[in-house]
């Protein structure tokens, strides 16, 4: 698929088996709930794109966030070292995204933050298929990172659904991959490669809900043999398909929706998911968090990722079970408006 966005102003609907090349928003036929044609103006406001990348492993995790919300792009990035507690974080907020380019190609192109002398950049290369993390802060902080979709094969999870009365909203997400690069930071330096480390990524991007929520969770590990990766959410992508599934030496397996029982003012204590059709059953224990709060009227945000094991069971259709027992990954409690 070339363009996202169709002839008649439409979205492509569905699970896509590859990424479409270009998210021409701009050719989107944006109406209000009434019906009324919405202008440049409107659809510049309302349109919002993030790209998330994750690394996890036994001696490290980390994760770097760039979003464009139009009034302003963010940033995050952090390093959390499990042996010691200790943790690295920055945030980084530029009005209108001053210092800041997003490219609209999911598999092609350059979203990159610049404050001073800061810069997360995270790139995609059509050819090979390849992710890539650059950070660099102004306290010595280096982390180069990136991972291959081509060898071994994976499939990505692509989707596009509905979202609200007027809006709709693309995801493609990857768990389960192996990285490689090096970290420099105040915690230490690390080869990602020799400490067995696994990436998460994930590309999104259209018309949200004005105010919206959700949950999230994610792994990436080996489990026994096989190469796992998880991808669960609740609150933004249910509207006729869900983005829930997770992978098993890069193959893709679909799950029903999914509950997220937890204690919202209380992040820390275990958290429980499970799936409807019976595929995942997971305990989390959380290790520590990464949280922002902003409110500026317009835009206002409540946000916690968490990292920490899961433990408990997958149970693919017609398959083996497979346990997972202790896979380092992710969890969050997103509020925000936007």
Not at 149 to 166: D, S
Not at 187 to 199: E, K, M, R, W, Y
Request: hydrophobic share 40%.
């Amino acid at each position: 698929m070339d363009q996202l966005i169709k002839p008649d102003g439409q979205p492509h609907y569905g699970q896509f088996s590859a990424a479409p090349a270009q998210i021409n928003y701009r050719d989107f036929d944006f109406r209000s709930p009434m019906g009324r044609p919405l202008g440049r103006l409107a659809k510049w406001r309302r349109f919002h794109q993030f790209q998330y990348f994750g690394l996890i492993s036994e001696e490290l995790i980390g994760g770097c966030a760039l979003a464009n919300l139009s009034l302003a792009g963010v940033g995050f990035v952090y390093l959390f070292h499990p042996a010691s507690g200790r943790m690295i974080e920055r945030q980084f907020k530029l009005p209108l995204g001053f210092g800041s380019q997003f490219s609209q190609q999911p598999n092609d192109g350059v979203c990159e933050l610049r404050w001073g002398g800061n810069r997360l950049r995270l790139e995609n290369h059509p050819e090979p298929l390849e992710k890539s993390l650059l950070v660099e802060l102004d306290d010595g902080t280096r982390i180069e990172a990136r991972f291959s979709e081509a060898e071994p094969a994976f499939q990505p999870m692509c989707l596009c659904t509905p979202t609200a009365a007027n809006g709709w909203v693309y995801a493609q997400k990857v768990a389960g991959v192996r990285c490689s690069g090096t970290v420099h930071s105040a915690l230490g330096d690390f080869d990602l490669q020799a400490i067995n480390a696994f990436a998460h990524h994930d590309w999104s991007a259209g018309y949200m809900r004005p105010e919206t929520f959700w949950n999230w969770a994610c792994l990436s590990g080996q489990a026994g043999s096989q190469r796992v990766g998880l991808n669960l959410s609740c609150g933004v992508n249910e509207t006729s398909f869900t983005e829930n599934c997770f992978w098993l030496d890069g193959e893709l397996l679909k799950v029903d929706t999914v509950r997220f029982e937890f204690d919202r003012q209380q992040p820390l204590l275990p958290w429980h998911i499970h799936s409807f059709d019976g595929q995942v059953e997971l305990r989390f224990e959380a290790h520590g968090l990464h949280e922002e709060r902003t409110n500026l009227g317009l835009i206002a945000s409540n946000f916690k990722q968490i990292f920490g094991r899961f433990t408990g069971v997958l149970r693919p259709i017609g398959r083996a079970a497979v346990p997972i027992e202790n896979l380092w990954g992710f969890v969050e409690d997103q509020y925000v408006k936007w």
